[in-house]
């Protein structure tokens, strides 16, 4: 059984697969062989779609892909990202019109292409104007070195404003953004998917698994499951700290829902993601063959009206349990921000 195209990305009318193949591991956690195992086997299993960035692995995420789509470009939906530092020095980072022009080159070079098909701010600069990026952006298309760009994990605000100024001086607007969604981080419901519905942008989503904390292995009573991120953010995997109890709890609950419905945990996590209207495509991030083939029947399968209500009943609508969990430390919510002016007159 393969994986068709047939959901359209956005307003682009590009046909995308329900799977998009994620790249965060290769070079990194998966050894160059078994990484062009993988992908050459979901883009035989019909994936079409890969999603990589510029930091992972220090470009050797796309090195390994550039040699393991050599001879199938034409077939490929090929995404990457800028933004993450390059090597030691910091001025090699960021969204400002010096540094895409050159991370730009240097992904093209690395994934063995004459283009992108889509180029993605992978997190907003806070230090760069936002409309210098999205003029770059707009005449790397003109160039003809990417097809489309997008953005990842930015506010709603921060979309609005992106298709506010694109509009304002006459810019293509932004066709995408990448974004954490899943049975345990719901807060994309609440702003961000509305207003990507309304300007027709297609959501690839990531991390359907919570991280892990849908695979299965976080269970009310069970031992601490290992984690090769939990070095990454401290506290987030830890299932005895008082905040993670809740998102436990519910882990929980849902995977014995999933049993109760003959199915498994990442099937219904799965088949959660792409139940949502504004998502296009999910990325998905294999270890091995047999996680890409628990991905590619998890995608097959359909959620009915029950199920979905009961999934509100554990997590309710437009949720999540720690603030970590949406991509990014929101900067209005850092102590700094919170604190009153204590030498202004009330």
């Not at 993605?120 to 003809?144: C, K, S, V």
């Not at 993601?273 to 998890?298: C, D, F, M, N, Q």
Request: no cysteine.
């Amino acid at each position: 059984m393969t994986i068709e195209l047939s959901r359209a990305l956005g307003r682009t009318g590009v046909l995308v697969t329900p799977l998009t193949l994620g790249a965060m591991n290769f070079g990194r956690w998966q050894e160059e062989g078994e990484s062009i195992r993988i992908i050459q086997a979901a883009l035989d299993a019909g994936i079409t779609s890969i999603d990589t960035a510029d930091v992972y692995a220090q470009g050797r995420s796309e090195e390994i892909i550039g040699k393991a789509i050599k001879g199938r470009r034409d077939d490929v939906f090929l995404a990457t990202k800028f933004h993450g530092q390059i090597g030691d020095n910091p001025r090699h980072a960021g969204n400002s019109r010096r540094w895409i022009l050159r991370a730009v080159e240097d992904s093209l070079r690395r994934l063995g292409t004459d283009h992108i098909d889509l180029y993605q701010a992978h997190r907003p600069d806070p230090r760069t104007d936002l409309l210098e990026t999205l003029q770059t952006l707009n005449d790397l298309i003109h160039q003809g070195k990417i097809r489309y760009y997008g953005t990842s994990v930015f506010a709603a605000h921060q979309l609005v404003e992106a298709h506010w100024l694109a509009e304002r001086h006459g810019l293509i607007a932004a066709h995408t953004e990448q974004l954490p969604y899943s049975l345990l981080v719901r807060s994309a419901e609440r702003e961000v998917f509305p207003v990507v519905q309304k300007y027709g942008v297609g959501v690839i989503s990531y991390g359907p698994l919570a991280a892990g904390w849908l695979s299965g292995k976080y269970r009310v009573g069970g031992e601490q499951p290992e984690s090769a991120r939990a070095d990454l953010v401290p506290g987030r995997f830890d299932i005895g700290l008082k905040r993670n109890q809740r998102k436990l709890a519910a882990a929980d609950a849902l995977a014995r829902l999933a049993e109760d419905n003959g199915l498994t945990l990442v099937d219904l996590a799965v088949a959660f993601a792409l139940s949502h209207p504004a998502v296009s495509s999910v990325i998905i991030g294999p270890r091995t063959l047999e996680h890409l083939e628990a991905y590619r029947k998890a995608a097959t399968v359909e959620l009915g009206e029950d199920i979905l209500d009961r999934i509100d009943e554990i997590v309710d609508p437009g949720t999540h349990f720690v603030e970590r969990d949406t991509g990014r430390d929101t900067p209005s919510l850092q102590p700094a921000a919170l604190r009153r002016n204590r030498t202004s007159n009330h």
